[in-house]
C-alpha cells in the first residue's frame, strides 16, 4: 500500500466515513495517518474535556462538521452544579483559527455565549448548519448574528436550550439574499417573532424541509406559511387554541392539505383538543409525532388522533394516553418503532395513569418496537418478561418507575427478573436505564447477558460493590456508566481500573465512594481525570476528620490526553 | 401471550411486614402495594400524593437502602428542566394574565420573581422555588399537611408563607389553590426557627390601638393571629407594623 499515490489512499479512506474505521487506519502507519487526518472530514469528540480543541483543530484542518459533547448526561436532571463548564468558546476559537473550511457544527449540553456565536458567524465563509441541543448560555442576539452573517445558512436546529429572549429582532436579520434554508427549529424560543419576517423568510426558502416554531406563532400564520411549503416533510406547530376565528382553521386545513410531503408533527402546546381535529386529515401519512409539550390533551383527544395514525412509527407523548389510550396505539400503530411516555405529574410517588399493563399491551400489537422510554408508577416483572418475550429488538430500554426503590407491584419482590429477561432476549441492547427495587442480581444479569451495552443508567439500585463490578467486568462494550444513590463504594470504583481506559465517562453520585478511594485510582490511572464535585466547600471538613474519610457527594471520572482542566470551578477538586 | 392479572396477594402483603395499612379501606386496586405514610392522589387537585422522603429511601425494602441522606431526592424523575419548565408554562399559559409577586428567602441576598398563573398547584410552585434558589432544597410534607422547604446541606427548615391582600402573613396551604393566586402578593421562605420563636419583639415595634386608645406593645403577629380574632385584626404592611384592634 506504501506504493501507492496518497489521492489513491484518499480515494480508498472516502469509503471510510465511520469514525471508528477512520482512527484505526490512522494507526497503522504515518503516511496513513497523515494522509487521514488531512481528510478527515467529519470529527465527533464525545466529551469535550477528553481532548484539547486545540489539539483536534491542528490534527484536522480540513474538518467540515464537528460535534461536541459537553455535561455529562445527569447535568439533565440538575445534579451537575450550574458554572460546572462546558464551555463552547475554545473549541470555536480553535475552529476559527485552524479549520476555516468548517460548514457544521453540532454542540450538546454546552455553554455558549453570544460572542463565541458572534465569532462562528464571522469565521467560517461555507458554513451551513448549527445544531444545539440542551444548551445555555446564549441569547436571542446571538441568534441573530448566526442569522445576519452565514449566508450559505441552511440549517438552523434549536432544541430545548435555554435562550434569553432579547426580543424578536433576530428573526429579521436573515437578509433578503438567504434562501438556503432546509431546516429551522426555534421551537425553544420563548418570546414572540414577528409573523410578516417569518412569512417572508419561509417564502424565500423553497428549500424548506424541517419547520419548527414555538409558541407564539398564530393559527393565522401558520396557515399563511403552510400555503408556501408544499414540500414541507417536518412541522412543529405555533400556538393551537381556540381563541381564533373558525376560519383561521378552515385555511389551516387547506394548507395542511397541500402538505402531501408531511410525515412528522410536533408542538401542540396548549392546543385546544377541538383545534385537532382540523389534523385529522393529516394523519394517515404520519410516521412521527411528538404530543409531549400538550398537557392539555387527554386520553380520549389523544387515541382519537393517534387511533387514525396508522403509519406511525416514532410517538411520543404524555401519561395521561393511560393503559386504554397505548392499547389503541398498539391497535392502530403496527410499525412503531419507537415510544416516549413522558410523566405529567413530577414528584416522586406522584401519579401515572400509565402502569405494565400499558406497556405490556404495546409489547403484544408493535413487535417492531426497538427504542423504548417509558416512566410509569408501577412495574411487575412478569410484564417485563412478556415484554422482553414479544420485542426482542430493543436496543434502547428505559424504564422509569416514578417511586424509587418501588418493588414488583404484585409480588413485592424486587425487579431483577424482569430486567434480567430484558438483557437477556434484546441481545442488540445499547442502551438501558434501570429502577424500581433492585439487588446486585440483576447486575448479575446485565453483566452477563448484555453485551453490546454502551451506556447503563442507574438509579437507587444494588446492595453492594458486588453490583457494580459485575457490570464493569461483563459488559464489554460499556462506556458510559452513571450511577445515583446506590451503595457502591471505593471497592467497587478500584475493582476495574483498567477499564476507564475503554469507556469514555463514569458518573456517581450519592454513593459510598470517598475521597481516598478516588485518590487512589488517581495515582493508578494518570491518564484519567478524577473529578470530585462538591457543591459546598467540605475541604474543611476533610482535614478535620482523619479517621474517618467523608463520602465523596459527586464523581466524575473521564479519560483524557488533555490533563486536569483548567476552566474547572472551586467546588470541583481534580485529581 | 398474556398477563396474569389476578391481584390477590394478602399473602404477599403479609410476607412484607405491612401491617394495618394495607387493610384500611382505600379506593386502590385490591392489593396494591401501599408504602406506609404515603397517600393516594385523591379527588382534590392539589393535594398530589407526596410520599414523604424518609419512607422512600427506607422502604426500598432491601435492608440496605440507598446511602442517600433521608431529604435528598434531587432530580428526580430524571425529567429535563426544559422540560418541567416548558409544561408548567403550558399547563398556565390557558389563563388570562401572569401573576409575578416577588419571592424571598431568608438569608439569600437577592430576591426573585415567580409567576403564580405558570403553576397549577402548591406542589409545582414549591417544586419551582426548590429550583430557582437552590438544587439541594427539598419539600417535605408533614402529617398536618403543613408543607416546608428543607436544605438538605445544613437541615435548615423553610416555612413558605405569603402575604395577602390585607397585609397579612399567611401560611402557604390553607386556602384552595385559586383563592391563594388571587390574594398572594409576594412570598417569603421564613426560616422554620424564626417562624416559632418570638424575635419580632425587638426588631418589629408594634403600635397596639385599641378602643381609640393608644398604647405601645410589643408583640409577635403570630402571636397576635392566634390570640385575636381576625375579623377585628387588621395588620399594615409597613415595616413596623401597627396592630388596630376594633371594637
Not at chain 1, 494 to 510: F, I, P
Not at chain 2, 50 to 74: C, F, G, H, L, N
Request: with cysteine; aromatic share 8%.
Amino acid at each position: 500500500m506504501t506504493y501507492f499515490p496518497e489521492e489513491v489512499v484518499e480515494h480508498i479512506f472516502s469509503f471510510l466515513p465511520a469514525q471508528r474505521d477512520r482512527n484505526t487506519v490512522s494507526l497503522v502507519c504515518k503516511v496513513w495517518y497523515e494522509i487521514e487526518r488531512l481528510s478527515r472530514r467529519s470529527v465527533f469528540v464525545g466529551n469535550c474535556y477528553a481532548v484539547r480543541a486545540e489539539r483536534v483543530a491542528l490534527r484536522f484542518p480540513n474538518v467540515r462538521a464537528l460535534t461536541v459533547k459537553g455535561k455529562p448526561h445527569f447535568a439533565d436532571f440538575n445534579l451537575v452544579p450550574p458554572d460546572w463548564g462546558g464551555y463552547a468558546g475554545p473549541w470555536i476559537e480553535a475552529a476559527a483559527r485552524g479549520c476555516v473550511g468548517l460548514e457544521e457544527l453540532r454542540m450538546k449540553r454546552m455553554v455558549v455565549s453570544d460572542e463565541s456565536l458572534e465569532l462562528l458567524s464571522r469565521s467560517f465563509p461555507r458554513f451551513r448548519a448549527l445544531v444545539l441541543i440542551s444548551c445555555e448560555g446564549f441569547s436571542t442576539d446571538g441568534l441573530a448574528a448566526i442569522a445576519s452573517h452565514c449566508k450559505l445558512l441552511s440549517e438552523l436546529d434549536l432544541q430545548e436550550n435555554e435562550v434569553e429572549d432579547r426580543g424578536p429582532r433576530w428573526l429579521s436579520c436573515f437578509p433578503d439574499s438567504c434562501t438556503s434554508l432546509v431546516s429551522l427549529n426555534f421551537a425553544c424560543i420563548k418570546g414572540e417573532v414577528n409573523a410578516g419576517s417569518l412569512e417572508r423568510l419561509v417564502s424565500r426558502s423553497p428549500n424548506l424541509r424541517s419547520l419548527r416554531l414555538n409558541r407564539s406563532v398564530s393559527v393565522d400564520t401558520l396557515a399563511k406559511i403552510l400555503m408556501r411549503t408544499p414540500n414541507l416533510e417536518d412541522l412543529g406547530t405555533g400556538n393551537l387554541t381556540d381563541d381564533f376565528q373558525t376560519e383561521s382553521y378552515f385555511r389551516l386545513t387547506s394548507a395542511l392539505e397541500k402538505c402531501k410531503m408531511l410525515r412528522s408533527l410536533s408542538g401542540f402546546w396548549d392546543a385546544s383538543p377541538v383545534c385537532l381535529s382540523f389534523i385529522y386529515p393529516l394523519c394517515a401519512q404520519l410516521t412521527g409525532l411528538n404530543l409531549s409539550y400538550a398537557p392539555t390533551l387527554d386520553a380520549s383527544d389523544l387515541t382519537k388522533m393517534i387511533s387514525r395514525c396508522v403509519k406511525l412509527q416514532r410517538l411520543w407523548v404524555l401519561d395521561c394516553i393511560s393503559d386504554k389510550g397505548l392499547q389503541v396505539v398498539a391497535s392502530s400503530c403496527k410499525d412503531l418503532q419507537e415510544l416516549r411516555v413522558f410523566p405529567s405529574d413530577f414528584y416522586v410517588a406522584g401519579y401515572s395513569a400509565v402502569t405494565e399493563e400499558g406497556l405490556v399491551a404495546i409489547s403484544l400489537g408493535c413487535p417492531k418496537l426497538n427504542s423504548l422510554l417509558y416512566f410509569c408508577h408501577q412495574m411487575t416483572n412478569a410484564a417485563l418478561i412478556t415484554v422482553a418475550k414479544n420485542c426482542p429488538n430493543f436496543t434502547r430500554f428505559r424504564l422509569c418507575i416514578l417511586e424509587p426503590g418501588k418493588p414488583d407491584v404484585m409480588t413485592n419482590q424486587p425487579l431483577d427478573e424482569g430486567f434480567g429477561a430484558i438483557v437477556r432476549e434484546c441481545k442488540g441492547l445499547r442502551r438501558l436505564s434501570i429502577s424500581g427495587l433492585l439487588t446486585d442480581k440483576v447486575f448479575m444479569y446485565i453483566g452477563k447477558y448484555a453485551k453490546q451495552l454502551e451506556m447503563l443508567s442507574i438509579a437507587f439500585a444494588g446492595d453492594s460493590d458486588k453490583g457494580m463490578m459485575h457490570v464493569m467486568n461483563g459488559c464489554k462494550n460499556l462506556r458510559k456508566l452513571e450511577i445515583r444513590d446506590s451503595p457502591f463504594g471505593d471497592a467497587a470504583l478500584l475493582g476495574n481500573v483498567a477499564k476507564y481506559e475503554t469507556m469514555r465517562s463514569l458518573w456517581m453520585s450519592s454513593c459510598n465512594v470517598t475521597l481516598k478511594g478516588c485518590q487512589v485510582l488517581a495515582s493508578k490511572m494518570p491518564m484519567l481525570n478524577i473529578e470530585v464535585i462538591n457543591e459546598w466547600d467540605g475541604s474543611n471538613e476533610m482535614e478535620e476528620n482523619h479517621g474517618e474519610l467523608p463520602k465523596v457527594e459527586k464523581l466524575y471520572v473521564y479519560r483524557t490526553t488533555a490533563g486536569a482542566r483548567d476552566d474547572a470551578p472551586n467546588f470541583v477538586k481534580i485529581l | 401471550m398474556s398477563v396474569e392479572t389476578k391481584r390477590s396477594s394478602t399473602e404477599s402483603s403479609a410476607a412484607s411486614g405491612l401491617d394495618f395499612e394495607d387493610t384500611a379501606l382505600t379506593l386502590r386496586l385490591p392489593g396494591a402495594v401501599s408504602e406506609p405514610d404515603r397517600k393516594r392522589a385523591s379527588s382534590d387537585a392539589d393535594a398530589d400524593a407526596e410520599a414523604d422522603q424518609s419512607t422512600i429511601a427506607a422502604s426500598a425494602a432491601s435492608s440496605d437502602a440507598p446511602p442517600a441522606p433521608k431529604a435528598r431526592v434531587v432530580g428526580w424523575p430524571p425529567v429535563r428542566s426544559f422540560r418541567k419548565n416548558a409544561l408548567a408554562d403550558v399547563a398556565g399559559s390557558s389563563k388570562a394574565a401572569a401573576k409575578f409577586v416577588k419571592v424571598a428567602v431568608d438569608g439569600a441576598p437577592y430576591l426573585r420573581k415567580v409567576d403564580l398563573e405558570a403553576y397549577a398547584g402548591y406542589n409545582q410552585l414549591l417544586q419551582a422555588l426548590q429550583d430557582k434558589f437552590f438544587s439541594h432544597f427539598t419539600i417535605r410534607k408533614f402529617a398536618d399537611d403543613e408543607r416546608k422547604l428543607v436544605d438538605a446541606v445544613n437541615g435548615t427548615e423553610y416555612v413558605p408563607t405569603y402575604e395577602d391582600k390585607d397585609g397579612d402573613w399567611m401560611l402557604v396551604g390553607d386556602v384552595p389553590w385559586k383563592m391563594f393566586v388571587e390574594t398572594c402578593q409576594r412570598l417569603r421562605l421564613m426560616k422554620s426557627s424564626e417562624a416559632h420563636q418570638e424575635p419580632f419583639n425587638d426588631a418589629y415595634p408594634m403600635l397596639v390601638i385599641m378602643d381609640g386608645l393608644k398604647e405601645s406593645r410589643k408583640l409577635c403577629p403570630a402571636d397576635v393571629l392566634l390570640h385575636v380574632r381576625h375579623e377585628l385584626v387588621q395588620l399594615s404592611s409597613t415595616a413596623f407594623g401597627s396592630l388596630m384592634v376594633l371594637s
